[in-house]
């Protein structure tokens, strides 16, 4: 049933195979604590299990740690779009997940890194070695065009070779299922690009001993993976003396909050980001409206008694 409910979510939803990833993983926790408390069929299962289950993610146990509220909430959504299926396939008469609710989160603004900041970052960079040519292309790419890892990581080297003779191209990205925008490539992420693909990305394939059609590769010639990206983007930070978190996801926040500071229309951003709805980008107004009212507080003589 909940292979069912996978490929339900991959041919009929079309969501983005991390997603379904993510599903996976949730549901084989659940389905492995329903076998534990000998529950082994979908019709089975009642809202007093599903309450008893979300309970022990909040107190863990000797396999798993506790979760926090938003892991918690993150695995009962799951839980309640599969009785929700299962309901709907007429798998079982009802969702008994439907007045189950996940626990409640407080919103949590994202964060970004200052300009300065990303100044640093862009500048701990050794762009003298293959390496960090290719680390410095990754974090202009990134910061340049609000890129999700994944879909940098998933660019070939054909996707982006057009573009450097032509400046009025935009680059062409593919989001959270399999929806295609186009951004533009700004100066400093095309030269970054340029460099990589002219004198770092030869040498590594080279120096690796096979070929890949992969934008990004690592020191053995593959494509280069979501987590490898995230730890070169922790080094550089740690390089540059950042003493916040630094992640992929910091580098699409700042260059949102960048852009709305710099006059930015938030449907424009909507756009860039390749965001379904207005709703999800107007958090980051309130990011800046919270950064004008510190500005205001540290600078104006009255701000404050």
């Known amino acids: 049933m909940v292979k069912g409910y996978l490929d339900h979510l991959v041919v009929e939803r079309g969501l983005a195979r991390n997603t379904v990833a993510a599903y996976r993983r949730d549901l084989a926790r ?10 082994d069929d979908i019709a089975d299962v009642h809202s007093s299990d599903i309450e008893a289950y979300q309970m022990s993610l909040a107190s863990g146990d000797a396999e798993h740690p506790a979760l926090a509220t938003s892991s918690i909430a993150r695995m009962i959504v799951a839980v309640r779009a599969l009785h929700a299926f ?3 396939e007429s798998l079982t008469p009802d969702s008994p997940a439907a007045d189950v609710s996940p626990p409640s989160i407080g919103k949590r603004l994202p964060k970004a890194l200052s300009i300065g900041e990303v100044q640093r970052l862009l500048d701990a960079v050794d762009r003298t070695t293959p390496v960090g040519l290719r680390d410095a292309a990754l974090l202009e790419l990134l910061y340049g065009t ?19 003779d032509d400046p009025e191209l935009g680059l062409r990205l593919i989001g959270k299922g399999n929806k295609e925008r186009i951004v533009p490539l700004g100066s400093y992420a095309r030269r970054a690009l340029e460099a990589w693909l002219v004198r ?6 080279a120096k690796a001993g096979r070929t890949s059609p992969a934008l990004f590769v690592n020191t053995r010639g593959s494509r280069l993976s979501r987590q490898s990206a995230w730890g070169i983007i922790r080094s550089c930070a740690q390089h540059a003396g950042i003493t916040t978190e630094v992640s992929p996801h910091s580098l699409r926040h700042s260059f949102a909050t960048h852009l709305l500071d710099g006059g930015a229309d938030v449907r424009v951003v909507q756009e860039l980001l390749g965001h ?13 409206v919270e950064h004008l009212r510190e500005v205001y507080r540290s600078a104006h003589p009255r701000a404050r008694a």
């Not at 770092?200 to 394939?205: E, K, V």
């Not at 379904?276 to 800046?288: C, F, L, R, W």
């Open 30 to 39: 659940y389905t492995g604590w329903l076998t534990q408390q000998g529950i």
């Open 86 to 88: 299962a309901a709907a």
């Open 146 to 164: 609000g890129a999700r890892i994944s879909e940098a990581t998933d660019l070939d080297v054909d996707d982006v070779t057009r573009l450097l």
């Open 200 to 205: 770092g990305r030869p040498a590594m394939i």
């Open 276 to 288: 379904a709805s207005v709703t999800t980008t107007q958090i980051y107004t309130e990011v800046t």
